[in-house]
């Protein structure tokens, strides 16, 4: 549990979070703005999802 957000900061390192939770004066890399990381995640999950649904269906029709 951290009580600040230096610990935080401290503890993973700033490279690791969106903007929205750095200081305002921050320079340094970070993992981008949070509205990104959420569509990269969404769009890799849709992309994942659909490449396991057809890898089944070939699976199922290998099998028939």
Do not use: C
């Amino acid at each position: 549990m951290h009580n600040t957000a230096e610990s935080l900061y401290k503890s993973l390192g700033m490279d690791v979070l969106p903007d929205e939770y750095l200081p305002d004066d921050y320079t340094g890399p970070s993992a981008g703005p949070l509205q990104q990381i959420v569509r990269t995640y969404s769009d890799n999950a849709i992309e994942n999802f659909y490449v396991s649904l057809f890898s089944n269906v070939l699976v199922i029709q290998q099998m028939l």
